[in-house]
């Protein structure tokens, strides 16, 4: 037989013949070309469609030269990614004229236009490059960047796939562009013009890179072997040497030498920093005056627009460059250019590496290089010109080169060497055994030269070997099958695997070469010239074709309905291959083009070697293990009979290659029974069966004979149905030959010496097999092959190993073949075979019993299924870690083939890169991360038999119980659990739109969408808020107190003695006190809607009116301020409509898409509005978002906005850049701090707000630093003294608090830590500013302002403390903030004697108070007696209570003076502790100051009143009001509510305008961002609160004189996310979830444990140790917050959305608050009598209550519901029914196929229907992993759930199987003695035999074991089994047969 494929074998047939024509030729036909878009740019469109413009048409024609034959290029490759994920397609980019096209097609799908490309002058080249650019700023890991570069005359644009552009100019003109690893290669065009230069310099540089489009165009150097150190490295300059080819993997070159006619291949790399700097060093040696025009100076000529070659359409290039934009896509990315000519500009002079480099002297250009284009853009520029700009300029900085080219190889020197032996086409292939080939076509010696490739041990460097010459006279890779693909000169198709050929192509409908009737052929009419082609870079036009050309891909030409033309096909007929195919050009992957000579061209595929999975795995096994030649020579023989004309179809592939490897090793495949008639193996029934030819249609023994021996009858007689109906089997005859003789082998065979190794990989591929369920059916293959092979290698233990897997196969393969012992002399015995056959089922077994084993032999990438189910046994059963991590030879024997080196060697190294924190989880999770790690997903898990799953399985219920947030998205769909999906989902994508709002915003019902419109309001997450405030309507109060867009009510009634004008000003006058409230409500309103809206792009921020009419009763009428009865304060509305703008904008959230284009875009053409929109820049900077703005546009706001708009900018430009030291923004405000510049600098006219906002910004962008020289000028600033023209006169208070405010910030916590401020004596000269004293004199650059004294202001050489006082105490508590300084918080203290009180202000002894609070900051007790404690002495003793009723008078003391004293310092003190807690919600905190509120409030209406002052009272009690609302930040507490309701409807007296801010900043902290955000403790958070919250409140909305108003928004920098909303995965809805809290252990508590019912504010992240979702009625998750809060972070941020998923059977708290209605706490219970009644009966109506998964719903409907007419028994029903409850209550719906399974294994045990012990292997494995005492031991100390499988089912299980195997002992006992004894025993029988054998752990060694001797009693046979390890209860067994 084997002859009659050696005839076979004679050519290898070629598939899928098509025509190939490229398909952006077709698409240029109806693409607007270049030409048609140049006109119509060139002239303004009205003109082009005007009456009279067609003159101008008419003349712009007459300037353009039409060409109709114009250059084409193409080339193809492998899509990678794109619309086309998993389909192999490929990829065309075509080039002609001016425009490139990109289209992306498969076999099976139309081609389609990707991408189209139309440019300004016409295409020279057009390639594909990949970029590295960097992910992140702060990440070093770079990403490929895929591009499309288009070469031009003048530049290259690059186009990016993700839609970037870019235009780099070249500064010469360009050979050729590469495209390699790094970026681009520019071969500089020959300068064999150049003339001879005079006095002689070195040569230019020839070869250029560019890593990035807005890098500079670098010069290459090369590193030449031989020279010494200071010569080595120097410029590519030799211009004889042409680069003929580039290789990204490896990354190499070749070059040609024109004079040495010598290829030469190069590496190419990135330069190292040593060889940069010789190479600079090497240049700066040179002269320059030796040299003419500089290489940077024409580059900088090219900027201002020369072009070193002409172009026809230059001066339209020039003419509409200003039309282009310029893509931005970030603030610090790279941008392209808007044209040519500004390249330079904004891609050159705007980058780090400005100048363009000349090298100065070592290399430059000619002057005659550099010629003018006859259209210039400067027709007076001249070359002339270039050499005087650079003679005049200065010597700019050389280019400092990016790569490097070391030599690798050189052709050896010829004797014949000629001038055109220049390689055509080089390209890099592999042959089967993957040893690469680097193969150059020389086409003038039709010559194929083939250079070995190998890489050395450390995979550093590249060894070329020997060089191989094949004829050819063209030739293609293909590397889909590591092989090419050479045109012969007779030719002749030739496939070459390497340098080995393996067979002649043969194209259907073309005949053989040696035909040679090219004579009878006509020629084709239409001749076609030679096609260029990217590979041989030639240019040749190319003519029409007649016949209609169809797109590519097309149907089969024989199928063309073309019949009346000369079709190809049929020219093909009769002419042979040798006329027609011209060249092969376009390979991709196992396709090429066939180039005719008619210029049409075909596509063919070349045949891989196999499609067969399985036999693809045996001959990746056979290659490893083989010696290449060996190997070659297998896979070159079966490559060409698989391959033949004519070949097999799939079906019969697998006995195909059985024939071939048995042919191989030496057997007589024609005298083996089971080999004689293989083909029919494989196919359906042997009716569908391809029939061999017969000599006649009569029947005849032979067909019968031919039947029964097929592998049909053999799988028929195993059948389930047969064996049921007790049919006796078969047996086929055996002829006189087949039983009497044994064959012998051919020693000769190419196999036979190695059939001991074949045969040892060919089992662990079996092995391999069996760990996969979708490989099943080929194990009963292969297992067919290997007892052949067992047998004739006398191996009995692996035949009987083989009888066990399958008992009914081995009858059919009886026959042997004899090796003798001089045969087995001829045959290698691998040190790694092993006479135990190797089986993974015991391995697992034994560990998971815990005994010992050896380590399991593998294949490396063959055997990765084995490989990594054994090491996870070994972590997951063993709990060994360094299996995966660091030993895993423990446990894998790795076979490795002498000469072979391992394959894919990373992936030992994969085994070790586990995350450090894995290292101290539990195993399961060790387990199921190493997992993910490896690449094994839910899809793998499906096909791992179910015993072998069932540890990995255990370990995924075990994780999903109990998860970690902090695992990847992979890991999460590993373990099923969708919330964690979808939350690694969130958390990994980057920062984008916020999804909550739209989610919740969507599906609101508009109800009083009209009323609340424009109240600003109307944007809060309601659904959000639902949940928090489920009890009353809170928020909707909230709106109605914080609204300002709708008219107040006024309420005045007119008494009878009043007149209507004086009833008018009465209106008005109550309307102005209301006015006062309207204007202070903004500030609130911003907290309240904080972060709550995501704008429209495309739409203006509405911004809600302020209203300030009112309603007057009883007719409504309305009531306005603008009348002119009554007097309004100038400018009044100015401040309130910047607050009203700051809480528009500060709707926005951080997460919203907007840029600077959109913040232009809000600015109000109406003059009125400026100061909202001041507001709104200020809101934007404290979000982040004013980085966005162009510079341009802050420049433009600052020189023409108003004084607000200065304030809100510079403020909100501060905020963004909090601590960054930013030196842009440093410089915007040091012009409007006069104390910052220097001292003859002129004088500019700053506002004096202007000058406070920029003093608190200056100490906000240097917040934290200890920057030495600010804090220099801003402690000089705090005791400023008025100048003598008026100069800082007014408002000096709140100045010089600023520049306190930001002194503290500055140096921020720093304490006495101060670096470098030893000698400015900070606290000294604070606590002078804050008690008085001499000023000091004024040093540094500033002294010479303050020289002169005021003529206004007399203070005299003394500090004027009630200027400076405020600013020094507030200065020193930030910088010794959290210190605990007991020394500097004694200079705090408030004075103990009634002297020393009288020289302090009361408000002042509040910011001590408060200060000295803040230093001592962990002295803060929650109680009022440390409140009170802060009070002296005597205060306290002589002060008037708060509770009495009674004034107590004495002539010694001042009363007035300690009742103020006292009030204020309780204010301070209550103030320090709203600081302390804030956003903590503490009960202790909030009762303290709650207490003091209600005496506050109580003295205000007592007569106390008088002696304090109400206005101090209103003072404090706001003061105690905000302190008690920071503590109970955004938790919306109904008492706090309550008081500042009863504030709001004060507008009488003393309630000015400040305190109505204070009130409702403190409903807007009780509220803030809507319940989602709350107040953090932090340093930076402290001092912003500090700013926003000054206790000192201002009297009308105009007063700035103590604080600037703008300062009370710094808030939103202490504002943090902390609300964690619980979504239901399923649903997409929030909704509640019981959450469990561990606080970490601190000074003043243990660790605790606390209860909260989410939605939840969470306390401060650095306080907490885990947060816990808790059962039972959602899945736990825990999100462990000890190893760092960055997780959690990033969850809040994003909405604090939580995602969970409700647990079957269960209702959300919501619908079921109590648990009552729950499924499972209804009378469904296990222990319930009628549980199996109600799963039988309401089995499918009980199951979709649990579960929504219609695989189970359908089991429940057909395999547990009864019908009436079905006669099903009533036990399977029970059964299935249990199952499925089961299932779907614990949630583990995977473990079902497990529990069906083996109830059906046995149940065909029972019924003797057992044709192989696949089953009962995973029943054993999963027996032993239940029973195993190392996870018994496991589940002991955890307290987890317990095992996966209930353990109720197994028993039962257990006891079915026991009760079978004895009762067929006890009747068939004889059999297994038999067994033992070696004896001939019923065959009958085998099948229940192997059960029993496998099931009780009878290893191979048991058979004949007794020998010869008669085993009599149970003793002698427990001690024959003793040494086999056989389990004693198995042993037990057999106690019976002696009874």
Same mark, same amino acid.
């Given at each position: 037989m084997s002859t009659i494929y050696e005839e076979r074998a004679t050519m290898i047939a070629a598939g899928d013949l098509q025509e190939f024509v490229p398909f952006g030729r077709h698409h240029c036909k109806n693409h607007p070309n270049a030409v048609n878009l140049q006109l119509r740019q060139l002239q303004p469109a009205s003109e082009l469609w005007s009456s009279d413009g067609a003159a101008g048409l008419v003349g712009s024609l007459q300037e353009v030269t039409l060409h109709e034959k114009q250059k084409e290029s193409w080339q193809l490759r492998k899509g990678t990614g794109g619309d086309l994920e998993g389909v192999e397609y490929d990829e065309e980019l075509y080039s002609t004229g001016n425009m490139v096209i990109w289209t992306r097609g498969s076999r099976g799908q139309t081609s389609y236009v990707y991408k189209a490309f139309t440019v300004d002058s016409p295409v020279l080249q057009a390639l594909w490059c990949n970029f590295s650019v960097l992910q992140n700023k702060d990440d070093e890991q770079e990403v490929e960047e895929e591009t499309v570069c288009i070469v031009q005359s003048a530049c290259v644009e690059v186009h990016t796939v993700n839609g970037k552009d870019f235009i780099s100019p070249l500064p010469f003109q360009v050979e050729n562009v590469w495209s390699t690893k790094f970026g681009m290669l520019f071969e500089r065009s020959n300068p064999a013009t150049e003339v001879p230069q005079s006095p002689p310099r070195e040569p230019l540089p020839t070869v250029f890179s560019m890593l990035h489009p807005l890098d500079e165009i670098a010069p290459v150097v090369c590193r030449s072997p031989g020279l010494s150190d200071a010569s080595r490295i120097q410029y590519v300059s030799d211009s004889t040497l042409r680069i003929v080819f580039t290789s990204c993997e490896p990354s190499i070159i070749m070059t040609y030498d024109t004079v040495q006619y010598l290829h030469t291949i190069w590496t190419l790399r990135k330069v190292r920093s040593e060889e940069k700097s010789a190479v600079l060093k090497y240049s700066e040696q040179m002269t320059p005056q030796y040299f003419g025009t500089s290489f940077g100076s024409h580059i900088r000529n090219i900027s201002k627009g020369d072009s070193p070659a002409s172009s026809p359409f230059q001066n339209y290039s020039s003419l509409h460059s200003q039309n282009r934009t310029v893509s931005s896509p970030g603030l610090h990315s790279r941008s392209h250019s808007p044209s040519i000519s500004n390249m330079a500009v904004l891609s050159r002079s705007h980058s780090p590496t400005i100048g363009m480099p000349s090298f100065s002297g070592v290399q430059r250009f000619n002057m005659s290089y550099h010629t003018p284009s006859p259209k210039r853009l400067n027709a007076s520029h001249s070359p002339n010109s270039t050499l005087n700009d650079s003679f005049l300029g200065p010597e700019t900085e050389p280019i400092v080169p990016q790569l490097c080219i070391d030599h690798l190889w050189t052709e050896t020197v010829t004797s014949h060497r000629e001038k055109t032996s220049q390689a055509t086409k080089v390209f890099i292939t592999t042959d089967f055994c993957e040893q690469k080939y680097l193969c150059f076509l020389v086409e003038s010696h039709h010559q194929l030269r083939c250079v070995k490739l190998i890489e050395s041990n450390d995979l550093s460097q590249l060894i070329f070997v020997s060089v191989t010459t094949i004829s050819a006279k063209d030739a293609a890779p293909v590397e889909s099958i590591d092989a090419m693909l050479v045109l012969e000169m007779n030719g002749s198709l030739v496939l070459y695997t390497g340098v080995t050929r393996v067979g002649k192509v043969f194209i259907p409908g073309f005949p053989a070469p040696s035909l040679n009737m090219s004579n009878l052929m006509p020629r084709p009419s239409t001749p076609i010239k030679g096609i260029s082609t990217p590979t041989r870079m030639i240019s040749k036009q190319m003519g029409h074709l007649e016949e209609v050309v169809m797109p590519s891909p097309v149907t089969e030409l024989r199928s063309s309905s073309r019949l009346n033309e000369t079709s190809l096909i049929e020219e093909c007929t009769f002419q042979p291959v040798g006329t027609y195919i011209h060249s092969l050009r376009d390979s991709v992957h196992n396709r090429v083009t066939l180039e005719m000579t008619t210029g049409a061209m075909l596509r063919i595929s070349i045949p891989d070697i196999a499609s067969s999975e399985l036999v693809k795995k045996c001959l990746l096994a056979i290659k490893y293990i083989l010696p290449k030649d060996v190997a070659m020579k297998i896979l070159i023989k079966w490559y060409n009979i698989y391959n033949a004309p004519g070949g097999p179809s799939s079906q019969s592939e697998w006995n195909l290659f059985v024939t071939c490897l048995m042919t191989l090793m030496g057997y007589n495949t024609d005298k083996l029974s089971w080999t004689r008639n293989i083909d029919f193996e494989g196919s359906l029934s042997p009716v569908i069966a391809a029939k061999k030819a017969r000599p006649s249609d009569m029947g005849s023994d032979e067909d019968w004979q031919y039947l029964i021996t097929s592998d049909y009858h053999q799988q028929l007689g195993m059948h389930t149905m047969i064996c049921s109906l007790y049919l006796d089997s078969i047996e086929a005859f055996q002829s006189k030959e087949d039983l009497s003789s044994q064959f012998k082998f051919d020693i000769s065979a190419p196999l036979f010496s190695h059939i001991p190794a074949v045969f040892y990989v060919l089992h662990l591929v079996y092995e391999e097999l069996k760990l996969d369920n979708l490989?099943?059916?080929?194990?009963?293959?292969?297992?067919?092959?290997?007892?052949?092979?067992?047998?004739?290698?006398?191996?009995?233990?692996?035949?009987?190993?083989?009888?066990?897997?399958?008992?009914?196969?081995?009858?059919?393969?009886?026959?042997?073949?004899?090796?003798?012992?001089?045969?087995?002399?001829?045959?290698?015995?691998?040190?790694?075979?092993?006479?135990?056959?190797?089986?993974?089922?015991?391995?697992?077994?034994?560990?998971?019993?815990?005994?010992?084993?050896?380590?399991?032999?593998?294949?490396?990438?063959?055997?990765?299924?084995?490989?990594?189910?054994?090491?996870?046994?070994?972590?997951?059963?063993?709990?060994?870690?360094?299996a995966v991590s660091s030993e895993p030879?423990?446990?894998?024997?790795?076979?490795?083939?002498?000469?072979?080196?391992?394959?894919?060697?990373?992936?030992?190294?994969?085994?070790?890169?586990?995350?450090?924190?894995?290292?101290?989880?539990?195993?399961?999770?060790?387990?199921?991360?190493?997992?993910?790690?490896?690449?094994?997903?839910?899809?793998?898990?499906?096909?791992?038999?179910?015993?072998?799953?069932?540890?990995?399985?255990?370990?995924?219920?075990?994780?999903?119980?109990?998860?970690?947030?902090?695992?990847?998205?992979?890991?999460?769909?590993?373990?099923?659990?969708?919330?964690?999906?979808?939350?690694?989902?969130?958390?990994?994508?980057?920062?984008?739109?916020?999804?909550?709002?739209?989610?919740?915003?969507?599906?609101?019902?508009?109800?009083?969408?009209?009323?609340?419109?424009?109240?600003?309001?109307?944007?809060?997450?309601?659904?959000?808020?639902?949940?928090?405030?489920?009890?009353?309507?809170?928020?909707?109060?909230?709106?109605?107190?914080?609204?300002?867009?709708?008219?107040?009510?006024?309420?005045?009634?007119?008494?009878?003695?009043?007149?209507?004008?004086?009833?008018?000003?009465?209106?008005?006058?109550?309307?102005?006190?209301?006015?006062?409230?309207?204007?202070?409500?903004?500030?609130?309103?911003?907290?309240?809607?904080?972060?709550?809206?995501h704008p429209v792009p495309t739409?203006?921020?509405?911004?809600?009116?302020?209203?300030?009419?009112?309603?007057?009763?009883?007719?409504?009428?309305?009531?306005?301020?603008?009348?002119? &009865?009554?007097?309004?304060?100038?400018? @009044? =509305?100015?401040?309130? $409509?910047? #607050?009203?703008?700051?809480? *528009?904008? +500060?709707? %926005?959230?951080?997460?919203?898409?907007?840029?600077?284009?959109?913040?232009?875009?809000?600015?109000?053409?109406?003059?009125?509005?400026? &100061?909202?929109?001041?507001?709104?820049? @200020? =809101?934007?900077?404290? $979000?982040? #978002?004013?980085?966005?703005? *162009?510079? +341009?546009? %802050?420049?433009?706001?600052?020189?023409?906005?108003?004084?607000?708009?200065?304030?809100?900018?510079?403020?909100?430009?501060?905020?963004?850049?909090?601590?960054?030291?930013?030196?842009?923004?440093?410089?915007?405000?040091?012009?409007?701090?006069?104390?910052?510049?220097?001292?003859?600098?002129?004088?500019l006219d700053v506002p004096h707000n202007v000058q406070v906002a920029s003093v608190v910004g200056l100490g906000l962008v240097y917040q934290g630093t200890g920057h030495r020289h600010n804090a220099e000028v801003l402690l000089a600033e705090i005791g400023r003294p008025p100048g003598p023209e008026m100069e800082y006169c007014t408002d000096r208070e709140s100045y010089s608090l600023a520049a306190g405010l930001a002194l503290g910030m500055v140096c921020l916590g720093h304490g006495s830590n101060l670096i470098g401020m030893s000698d400015l004596n900070v606290p000294e000269q604070l606590y002078q500013y804050m008690v008085g004293g001499h000023r000091r004199s004024q040093t540094g650059i500033n002294r010479e302002k303050h020289k002169s004294p005021s003529y206004q202001i007399k203070e005299g050489d003394t500090i004027n403390t009630d200027v400076t006082c405020p600013g020094a105490t507030l200065a020193l508590a930030l910088i010794y903030l959290k210190t605990n300084n007991r020394s500097i918080a004694e200079w705090l203290r408030a004075p103990d004697t009634l002297f020393l009180l009288d020289f302090i202000k009361p408000e002042f002894l509040l910011?001590?108070?408060?200060?000295?609070?803040?230093?001592?900051?962990?002295?803060?007790?929650?109680?009022?007696?440390?409140?009170?404690?802060?009070?002296?002495?005597?205060?306290?003793?002589?002060?008037?209570?708060?509770?009495?009723?009674?004034?107590?008078?004495?002539?010694?003391?001042?009363?007035?003076?300690?009742?103020?004293?006292?009030?204020?310092?309780?204010?301070?003190?209550?103030?320090?502790?709203?600081?302390?807690?804030?956003g903590s919600a503490n009960e202790k905190a909030f009762s303290c100051l709650h207490k003091f509120v209600k005496e506050f409030m109580h003295c205000l209406t007592s007569s106390t009143a008088t002696i304090t002052g109400h206005y101090n009272l209103q003072t404090c009690l706001s003061v105690i009001l905000l302190s008690l609302s920071m503590v109970m930040a955004g938790t919306g507490d109904l008492t706090v509510l309550q008081f500042c309701r009863f504030l709001h409807k004060k507008t009488g007296g003393e309630m000015n305008y400040g305190f109505h801010m204070a009130h409702h900043m403190s409903l807007g902290l009780l509220f803030l961002g809507g319940g989602r955000y709350t107040l953090s403790t932090s340093n930076s958070a402290i001092a912003a609160l500090l700013c926003a919250l000054y206790p000192h409140f201002p009297a009308h909305s105009t007063d700035n004189r103590y604080h600037l108003q703008a300062l009370r928004h710094l808030y939103v920098l202490a504002a943090e996310p902390r609300l964690l909303v619980p979504v239901d995965v399923d649903t997409n809805t929030p909704c509640y979830a019981l959450l469990e809290i561990t606080y970490k252990e601190t000074q003043w508590y243990k660790e605790t444990t606390v209860e909260r019912m989410a939605p939840t504010l969470l306390p401060e992240l650095h306080l907490l140790k885990q947060v816990r979702v808790k059962g039972p009625r959602y899945w736990e998750l825990t999100i462990d917050v000890s190893n760092g809060t960055s997780h959690l972070q990033v969850i809040l941020s994003k909405d604090g959305i939580l995602y969970v998923k409700l647990r079957a059977g269960q209702l959300?708290?919501?619908?079921?608050?109590?648990?009552?209605?729950?499924?499972?706490?209804?009378?469904?219970?296990?222990?319930?009598?009628?549980?199996?009644?109600?799963?039988?009966?309401?089995?499918?109506?009980?199951?979709?209550?649990?579960?929504?998964?219609?695989?189970?719903?359908?089991?429940?409907?057909?395999?547990?519901?009864?019908?009436?007419?079905?006669?099903?028994?009533?036990?399977?029903?029970?059964?299935?029914?249990?199952?499925?409850?089961?299932?779907?209550?614990?949630?583990?719906?995977?473990?079902?196929?497990?529990?069906?399974?083996?109830?059906?294994?046995?149940?065909?045990?029972?019924?003797?229907?057992?044709?192989?012990?696949?089953?009962?292997?995973?029943?054993?494995?999963?027996?032993?992993?239940?029973?195993?005492k190392i996870l018994e031991n496991r589940l002991r100390q955890t307290t987890g759930k317990g095992l996966l499988i209930n353990s109720e089912f197994l028993p039962v299980i257990k006891c079915a199987i026991d009760n079978t195997l004895d009762q067929w002992l006890s009747d068939f006992g004889h059999v297994l003695m038999s067994y033992l004894n070696g004896e001939p025993y019923d065959e009958t029988q085998t099948n229940m035999l192997s059960c029993f054998l496998v099931y009780h752990s009878f290893n191979t060694h048991g058979r004949n074991i007794f020998g010869n001797q008669d085993v009599k009693s149970f003793s002698e046979l427990l001690s024959k089994f003793s040494p086999l390890g056989v389990p004693v209860q198995a042993l037990l067994r057999l106690a019976t047969l002696f009874v």
């Open positions: 490989m099943r059916d080929n194990t009963r293959s292969l297992v067919v092959l290997l007892i052949q092979l067992a047998r004739d290698l006398q191996l009995h233990e692996y035949i009987d190993f083989y009888w066990r897997d399958y008992p009914s196969l081995t009858k059919a393969c009886s026959q042997t073949c004899i090796i003798g012992e001089a045969q087995t002399s001829h045959m290698n015995q691998p040190v790694y075979f092993s006479v135990e056959p190797p089986s993974v089922f015991q391995w697992l077994c034994c560990c998971l019993k815990g005994e010992s084993f050896l380590p399991f032999p593998y294949l490396p990438v063959i055997c990765e299924r084995t490989k990594l189910i054994i090491l996870s046994f070994a972590l997951y059963i063993l709990g060994d870690y360094s030879s423990k446990y894998l024997l790795k076979i490795s083939a002498g000469q072979r080196k391992p394959l894919k060697e990373h992936d030992d190294k994969r085994l070790s890169a586990l995350r450090p924190s894995v290292l101290n989880s539990s195993l399961a999770e060790k387990l199921v991360t190493w997992l993910t790690q490896s690449g094994f997903t839910l899809r793998d898990l499906e096909s791992v038999p179910i015993g072998v799953a069932l540890p990995i399985r255990d370990a995924i219920y075990h994780c999903r119980t109990q998860p970690s947030s902090g695992w990847s998205e992979d890991v999460c769909m590993l373990i099923g659990r969708q919330d964690l999906i979808k939350q690694a989902h969130e958390v990994t994508i980057a920062k984008g739109k916020s999804t909550v709002g739209q989610m919740i915003g969507s599906d609101l019902p508009p109800a009083n969408e009209t009323e609340d419109e424009d109240d600003g309001m109307n944007d809060m997450n309601q659904e959000v808020i639902s949940l928090i405030w489920c009890k009353d309507l809170r928020v909707q109060e909230v709106r109605r107190l914080l609204q300002s867009s709708h008219p107040v009510r006024v309420n005045v009634v007119q008494l009878p003695e009043v007149s209507d004008h004086e009833y008018i000003e009465e209106k008005e006058n109550k309307l102005l006190q209301l006015c006062q409230r309207t204007m202070a409500l903004p500030v609130g309103r911003g907290m309240f809607t904080l972060f709550s809206y739409e203006p921020l509405p911004i809600p009116k302020l209203n300030l009419t009112g309603r007057a009763s009883p007719r409504n009428t309305t009531v306005d301020l603008n009348s002119g &009865n009554i007097d309004i304060p100038p400018n @009044m =509305a100015n401040w309130s $409509s910047f #607050h009203n703008g700051v809480a *528009a904008g +500060l709707k %926005i959230a951080p997460a919203s898409q907007i840029d600077s284009a959109w913040i232009a875009y809000n600015k109000p053409k109406n003059a009125e509005l400026a &100061n909202e929109y001041a507001g709104f820049l @200020m =809101a934007l900077g404290l $979000s982040e #978002h004013l980085t966005k703005l *162009a510079t +341009l546009n %802050i420049h433009d706001y600052l020189t023409k906005g108003n004084e607000m708009t200065s304030i809100g900018l510079l403020l909100g430009v501060s905020a963004a850049k909090l601590g960054t030291m930013d030196m842009s923004i440093t410089r915007l405000l040091s012009i409007h701090i006069p104390a910052l510049l220097p001292p003859t600098s002129t004088e910011l001590r108070t408060f200060a000295r609070c803040l230093i001592m900051w962990d002295e803060i007790v929650p109680d009022s007696e440390w409140v009170n404690s802060n009070v002296p002495q005597i205060i306290r003793e002589n002060s008037v209570s708060f509770h009495t009723e009674e004034i107590r008078t004495s002539e010694d003391l001042n009363m007035e003076t300690l009742a103020q004293a006292h009030v204020y310092i309780i204010a301070g003190a209550c103030m320090a502790l709203g600081f302390r807690f804030a959300s708290y919501k619908d079921d608050p109590r648990g009552w209605q729950s499924l499972l706490a209804q009378t469904i219970s296990h222990r319930n009598p009628e549980v199996r009644s109600f799963k039988v009966k309401k089995m499918p109506e009980a199951i979709s209550a649990f579960t929504s998964d219609p695989a189970l719903l359908l089991f429940a409907e057909y395999f547990c519901k009864s019908t009436k007419n079905a006669e099903y028994k009533h036990e399977p029903l029970v059964l299935f029914s249990s199952i499925l409850y089961e299932c779907v209550t614990q949630e583990t719906p995977e473990i079902l196929p497990t529990y069906i399974a083996i109830d059906q294994a046995v149940r065909r045990l029972e019924k003797n229907e057992i044709s192989e012990t696949f089953d009962f292997w995973q029943i054993k494995l999963v027996f032993e992993f239940c029973n195993s």
